[in-house]
Every structure is written in structure tokens, then in C-alpha cells.
């Protein structure tokens, strides 16, 4: 089956650098779309990142410049690589697959909202202190 396994989250102060991971595993890594998501206490939970199979990505408009989604296909592993971070970032992380879309093997544009995406990890706590 597919599991997602999420790490990197932590506690740093405003300005730092943390680089989130996620182990897929139980299917055909390649042929799915990814991303990260974000869940804050008390909202909803919101698109930060995604990637599709060719490498293209999107960001949501508060972290462009900031963050920086990557995939390493021969790991199973996606990545985000997070800077110059606030206390507006403090969140749980959750890393998402999605086999709902494309076909051939292959998905594309990268998805940006929940409702798209079938699989989702357990998730990783940011904290960012001020």
C-alpha cells in the first residue's frame, strides 16, 4: 500500500532554514503528482508546494521566493527546502501523493488544492519562534 513517511520538521527561530522529507513508498513513484501541504491550528488546511512528473512546480503565493519543492525520483523522495522562515509558517506539514490524475504513468500540472490528492502522510510540526 501507499505510505507516505514525513521527517525534518522542528523548532527554529525566525529567519532559519529547516528541509523537510518524504519517503513514498508502495507504488510507482514517478507516475504521481506530489506536494506539501499545511494545516495551521484552527484553519484550513492550505497548498504550499507542488510537483509533477516532469519536474514542474507551483507555490503558493506566501512562500515563492522563500521555499523550494524537489523530488529525487531514484529515492522515492520528496523534499522541501524551507528559508528565510516566520512565525506565519508555524504549522503541521503533510506531504501528499496523488494517483487520481494523468495517465500513461505520467501526471501533470502539479496540483495545487487537498481535494486532488488521495494519499497523505502523517505529517511534520514547524514551529518558528520570533
Known amino acids: 500500500q501507499v505510505q507516505l513517511v514525513e521527517s525534518g520538521g522542528g523548532s527554529v527561530q525566525a529567519g532559519g532554514s529547516l528541509r523537510l522529507s518524504c519517503a513514498a513508498s508502495?507504488?510507482?513513484?514517478?507516475?504521481?503528482?506530489m506536494g506539501w501541504f499545511r494545516q495551521a491550528p484552527g484553519k484550513e488546511r492550505e497548498g504550499v508546494a507542488a510537483i509533477d512528473s516532469d519536474g514542474s512546480t507551483s507555490y503558493a503565493d506566501s512562500v515563492k521566493g522563500r521555499f523550494t519543492i524537489s523530488q529525487d525520483n531514484a529515492k522515492n523522495t520528496l523534499y522541501l527546502q524551507m528559508n528565510s522562515l516566520k512565525p506565519e509558517d508555524t504549522a503541521m506539514y503533510y506531504c501528499a501523493a496523488s494517483s487520481l490524475y494523468g495517465s500513461g504513468g505520467y501526471c501533470y500540472p502539479p496540483l495545487r488544492f487537498p481535494y486532488e490528492y488521495n494519499y497523505w502522510g502523517q505529517g511534520t510540526q514547524v514551529t518558528v519562534s520570533s
Open positions: 508502495g507504488y510507482t513513484y514517478s507516475s504521481y503528482c
